[in-house]
């Protein structure tokens, strides 16, 4: 097997063995393919995985292919792990950095399946600079894998949206993305009252736990009846709905105030299947109480690479509910190339956060991404984080999700919401 030897200090495999889709828009189950390490382009990091998470976008790109690429696409795409290369103009990551970073979806992820009796071998995935934000030592690399995603869908909801003493309505605050949502909301943009819903006990309860001050059952309570209670009529500053459901789209339209924001994370009503746009009564409602429709899409940070960087790895969201701003898929270098690629026939995954071989580094990094430009959004959270030492903001991997700790090397847990 060949190898690349980076800085005469690393040895990088060839090849690693992942977890991902082989078949164009018939990807599940998913199944174990061995695919090259990649190259880290310009402004490009390549990291040696250590965690890596699953997230309900990374099902629908194998069932669908919505990003139109050519199998075999690992997955994993939200990670943390050890930098081992960097590229040209890289310049506030270093090798041996710890870090945390989503990879791009026209790029690969980074979960390794298991090989052998021996124990897994390492993943690997490259991802931009600017997505790209130390790993505070208050998290573990699996918590912190399961962070890119949720966070940054919670952060570019919510950040300039909502104001100090807002009245805020996220429902699924059991959720991956909702319950940081909340927690984000209630505690660090200092919203006065966070409303929520869940349809569990364990979603209510997670709601609660992340700083929700109502709660309500979505299968037995008039949500927008005891929203009107709660607000004396007025109804809610902001709506954050990431809950991809059309059902919830009309329903938590019907709650903003006159002059209120309604924020959509993804795909925007009459378009969560994907496959055919349907009329949606939303626009109307929206209309009738002047309130502003928001779409949030993290897609364009990898489709408006540039503006990101510029707003501060801020999305550029269609501020009038045109689109879902996928755009067109973005460019990353070499990393991106299949080369040589193998097919092995695996078994079916469900994972929320999987561990990969474990290992220790010379040291694990605090927060590097503080400069300008340089991963900013994730590395805001993740201060925050580490300013509370991980216990005000709380963290569950994966939100309503069960993840075990110490994780033989390579094991997925197979286990759903």
Not at 92 to 100: F, H, I, L, N
Request: positive net charge.
């Amino acid at each position: 097997m060949k190898h690349l030897t980076l800085k005469q200090t690393l040895t990088i495999p060839g090849t690693f063995v992942g977890i991902g889709y082989t078949k164009d828009r018939a990807g599940l189950p998913l199944e174990a393919v061995r695919v090259p390490v990649p190259r880290p382009g310009a402004d490009q990091v390549l990291i040696r995985v250590a965690a890596s998470s699953l997230n309900p976008l990374e099902y629908k790109l194998a069932d669908l292919n919505f990003m139109g690429r050519t199998p075999p696409v690992v997955l994993g795409l939200d990670l943390a792990g050890v930098v081992v290369a960097v590229g040209h103009g890289v310049s506030g990551v270093e090798v041996g950095d710890a870090v945390a970073a989503m990879t791009d979806l026209n790029c690969d992820g980074g979960w390794v399946a298991t090989v052998g009796s021996g124990g897994g071998e390492g993943g690997y995935a490259v991802a931009r600079e600017f997505l790209t934000a130390g790993k505070p030592p208050s998290l573990s690399f699996r918590d912190a894998a399961a962070l890119p995603m949720a966070f940054l869908s919670a952060f570019a909801g919510l950040y300039r949206a909502v104001q100090a003493g807002d009245t805020v309505y996220i429902p699924g605050g059991g959720g991956g993305v909702g319950h940081l949502a909340v927690q984000m909301a209630a505690r660090a943009l200092g919203a006065g009252a966070v409303i929520s819903s869940g349809s569990t006990p364990q979603s209510i309860a997670l709601a609660r736990q992340s700083g929700a001050h109502h709660v309500f059952n979505y299968k037995r309570d008039d949500i927008a009846a005891e929203i009107a209670k709660l607000t004396s009529g007025r109804g809610v500053d902001v709506v954050f709905d990431a809950t991809y459901s059309e059902q919830s789209f009309v329903e938590t339209a019907k709650t903003v105030r006159r002059g209120g924001r309604w924020i959509v994370l993804g795909v925007g009503p009459g378009k969560t299947t994907r496959l055919a746009e349907t009329h949606s009564p939303v626009d109307a409602i929206l209309a009738e109480r002047g309130a502003k429709y928001v779409n949030v899409n993290l897609l364009r940070y990898f489709s408006e690479p540039a503006n990101a960087r510029q707003r501060g790895a801020r999305p550029s969201p269609a501020r009038d509910g045109s689109g879902d701003g996928v755009g067109d898929a973005g460019t990353c270098g070499p990393a991106c190339q299949p080369d040589h690629r193998q097919h092995r026939r695996g078994d079916q995954y469900g994972t929320a956060v999987a561990e990969g071989r474990p290992w220790r580094t010379g040291q694990d990094s605090g927060d590097r991404g503080s400069r300008p430009g340089r991963g900013e959004v994730t590395a805001y959270l993740l201060r925050r984080i580490d300013r509370h030492d991980g216990r005000r903001l709380l963290f569950r991997a994966g939100g309503g999700r069960r993840c075990r700790r110490g994780l033989p090397a390579g094991h997925h847990d197979r286990r759903r919401r």
